[in-house]
């Protein structure tokens, strides 16, 4: 998978390569515009992580240019201005998804894997998690057959933590994941907890879940078993 | 009242008056005209009439006996009488008067010219007069169509002069109605020139045109500014805020710095978060949000209210809105509604106890629509109600929640839609906000 990042701050786009490269995706900078649509004509990317704000000239025009040369990658805008004005904009443009700077390091990597299961549609996806299986599709969740009834941020927490197999997820970006920018994490973060408590008691009615590990008080995480 | 309609009254005012100092003043005039017409004959015949006496002699016209003369024609019209005047020495002077005349019996008005000579050294009065009664018919007759002739010519002329009066003032109302009602911000402003050649409207137009120019530049000035401090601010935290997250993904660290990352990635979360809302205030504050929505205030409420079910679930708050009346707002922005309704639910919510209560209701009353939120949480002290509204207040207690500026959002959009707050509260009892939306009566 190739993903180009577009993005002047040099230090923003070299922490976002070194997240993704662990994530197993081949990562390409651009530092400017010019430079960003030289690269999406000589190579092929899956995704261009867009910034609008970019030296020598607006992301919305990198956009523009590439949407007129059927250029196919999937483009997600990234932006720290505060109009939204600019969402409505770069999704008009033809932008498969909008984050608002900060964004959360898994917080993009999930949105581009709901890009790839959009794009690469109607093909069932099962996500097995130690024996549960995840339909993303129909948002079910079933263990040998039988199913496990969630709620919807029960089920939406559980992907997320599925989708980052391995690594810990504080609470601080479950709730950004599950509540968007609505909470204030100052109160709210011991409400993922509230559903971790549920989801934990849900799934152990099932089977032992030694591998839904709580890590040193930060956050959770799901590990192989 | 519109200048149009102005002038049109002060148009119709001002002719009214002609007409009624013409009307009044006609009567004379057309008399004075006519006597003076009159008075021209009669002093010609009394000058034929003594050419005639001093050719030819008194005694060829007058009677032998005393020496008068009287002479009628038959319609009683006019009439001539010349009669001696004993005892008078020095001829009188003429003398022209309207005079009762009983001719046969008949009274008739006349015109009489009196006027003495000497013949035959005696003095001799001689009185010409004419019938007036039929000039006076006459007059009024002339009146009356001198004074309907000028009544139609008013009117015609109103008329004239309102829709010139409005072809006048026509690029004036253009200029109200598409430059200045018209305008709902100014980035929207209609810059195209009205067309007229009335130089003020002109300068007008201009000077218009030119402060909206001046507003509008301001305007995205502080857009700008707005949308650039965002940026300033935001990139360095984005920056950061990836940064921990790398770390906090290395496994060789210790907890005590695992700790230390996640509370700074909380603290880069609230930074940004007081950022966002400070330039919400200021957004609002600078008018850089559309009032241009109907929004109705029952389904606004009952949208939050499914939005919020899992956040009340998990501290097992009941939301209750038993009584929600139909109320719909007008030049309003939905967007920030929501987030007034949602700013002060989610503090419901924060400072609720567990298995607490939530009521919302919206009531219909004469003048106002009260939309009220009660809580069953801790409550506000209160030498604090007065400033739970303020930007960053600091509360004496420490161990009190700050309120952050939630609420201070929530006062910058009521004001912002000209709306009422009320809080009322009590310590462990709970609080309850009343939003209220005045009614317009015409609405």
């Known amino acids: ?225 | 009242m519109k200048l149009q309609l102005k002038l049109a009254i002060y148009n119709a005012l001002s002719k009214a008056l002609v007409v009624l100092a013409f009307g009044a003043l006609m009567p004379f005039i057309v008399e004075k005209v006519v006597y003076n017409h009159i008075d021209q004959r009669l002093k010609a015949r009394t000058s034929k009439v003594l050419r005639i006496i001093e050719k030819g002699g008194l005694n060829d016209i007058a009677r032998e006996s005393d020496c008068t003369f009287e002479s009628y024609n038959i319609l009683k019209e006019e009439f001539i009488l010349i009669e001696p005047l004993s005892g008078m020495k020095d001829v009188k002077p003429t003398v022209i008067t309207n005079e009762e005349w009983e001719i046969d019996g008949e009274k008739l008005n006349h015109r009489i010219i009196r006027q003495s000579f000497i013949y035959d050294n005696q003095i001799y009065s001689l009185q010409i007069g004419e019938g007036i009664d039929s000039l006076n018919k006459l007059k009024n007759t002339i009146s009356k169509v001198a004074l309907w002739a000028t009544i139609l010519t008013i009117i015609v002329s109103i008329f004239v002069d309102v829709g010139y009066a409005r072809l006048l003032l026509r690029p004036l109302n253009e200029i109200v109605e598409r430059k200045l009602k018209g305008t709902k911000d100014p980035v929207h402003f209609n810059d195209v020139p009205v067309e007229t050649s009335t130089l003020e409207f002109q300068q007008l137009d201009i000077s218009i045109t030119e402060l909206m120019q001046r507003i509008k530049a301001a305007f995205m000035t502080e857009k700008e500014f707005i949308s650039n401090v965002s940026h300033e601010l935001q990139t360095p935290i984005s920056i950061l805020k990836t940064r921990f997250e790398n770390m906090l993904m290395d496994e060789k660290i210790d907890d005590d710095v695992a700790d230390k990352l996640d509370d700074s990635i909380r603290k880069l979360n609230r930074m940004s978060k007081i950022i966002k809302s400070l330039l919400m205030i200021s957004k609002i504050d600078n008018e850089q949000f559309l009032k241009n929505e109907t929004v109705n205030i029952k389904a606004l409420l009952q949208e939050i209210a499914e939005d919020f079910q899992e956040h009340l679930s998990t501290k097992n708050i009941r939301l209750y809105m038993q009584h929600l009346d139909e109320f719909e707002i007008q030049n309003a922005n939905r967007t920030l509604l929501y987030t007034l309704f949602s700013n002060i639910i989610t503090n419901a919510i924060k400072y609720n106890v567990e298995n607490g209560q939530i009521d919302i209701s919206a009531t219909k009353q004469s003048n106002v629509f009260v939309v009220a939120i009660r809580d069953t949480g801790v409550g506000i002290a209160k030498e604090n109600l007065t400033h739970i509204f303020d930007r960053f207040k600091k509360f004496n207690k420490s161990t009190e929640p700050s309120f952050g500026l939630g609420l201070a959002i929530v006062k910058t959009i009521s004001d912002f839609h000209r709306l009422n707050l009320h809080v009322e509260s009590e310590a462990n009892k709970g609080t309850t906000f009343r939003v209220e939306f005045p009614i317009e009566p015409f609405t």
Request: charged share 25%; with cysteine; net charge negative.
């Open chain 1, 1 to 225: 998978m190739n993903v180009l990042i577009v993005e002047d701050e040099r230090s923003l786009s070299h922490e976002m390569e070194i997240y993704l490269t662990k994530q197993g995706l081949h990562c390409d900078v651009a530092f400017t515009g010019a430079k960003a649509l030289e690269m999406m004509w000589v190579n092929s990317y899956d995704f261009v992580l867009l910034d609008i704000g970019l030296p020598d000239t607006n992301g919305f025009e990198i956009l523009k240019e590439a949407k007129k040369n059927a250029i196919d990658s999937a483009f997600i805008v990234l932006t720290a201005r505060s109009e939204t004005d600019d969402k409505i904009l770069g999704l008009d443009l033809g932008a498969d998804d909008y984050l608002a700077k900060p964004f959360s390091l898994p917080e993009l990597h999930a949105r581009m894997q709901a890009i790839l299961r959009r794009k690469h549609g109607l093909k069932v996806q099962i996500i097995d998690i130690n024996g549960f299986m995840m339909d993303y599709q129909n948002r079910t969740l079933t263990f040998e057959d039988a199913p496990v009834v969630l709620t919807k941020k029960e089920f939406d927490l559980l992907h997320y933590l599925a989708l980052h197999k391995g690594r810990v997820l504080s609470r601080s970006q479950l709730t950004e994941h599950i509540w968007g920018d609505v909470m204030d994490d100052d109160y709210d973060s011991n409400y993922i907890d509230v559903h971790v408590k549920n989801l934990r008691k849900k799934l152990a009615a099932h089977a032992p879940i030694e591998w839904f590990e709580t890590v040193r008080g930060i956050g959770y995480r799901l590990n192989a078993q």
